[in-house]
Nanobody, 117 residues
Framework: QVQLVESGGGLVQAGGSLRLSCAASGRTSSGYAMGWFRQAPGKERESVAAITWSGKSTSYSNSVKGRFTISRDNAKNTVYLQMNSLKPEDTAVYYC??????????WGQGTQVTVSS
């Protein structure tokens, strides 16, 4: 089992920045790839970014490419999502997940990000 706890969400004006953190505990030695997802009201949950266990490979959705950066510190069992140039359409609950074969296996509880125009 892996437990994930997100933090760092909040209210920010358009054009601003936030950094989300996802702290993992439990069987973190299994070496999971990690992903960030988001779900806006009335919409399906979507993938935002992912990173391999080593951190050497990352991927992003087209909607955030060039603005968001995913990173990880395995010594701290923490994954980050740096979000710059935020837009109102980035407003959502953001979730981190531990991935197995690119599929979420464990989810955090989510953190709200609200971008005002």
């Amino acid at each position: 089992q892996v437990q994930l706890v997100e933090s760092g969400g909040g209210l920010v004006q358009a054009g601003g920045s936030l950094r989300l953190s996802c702290a993992a505990s439990g069987r973190t030695s299994s070496g999971y790839a990690m992903g960030w997802f988001r779900q806006a009201p009335g919409k399906e949950r979507e993938s935002v970014a992912a990173i391999t266990w080593s951190g050497k490979s990352t991927s992003y959705s087209n909607s955030v490419k060039g603005r968001f950066t995913i990173s990880r510190d395995n010594a701290k069992n923490t994954v980050y999502l740096q979000m710059n140039s935020l837009k109102p359409e980035d407003t959502a609950v953001y979730y981190c997940a531990a991935l197995v074969a690119n599929t979420p296996r464990y989810w955090g509880q989510g953190t709200q990000v609200t971008v005002s125009s």
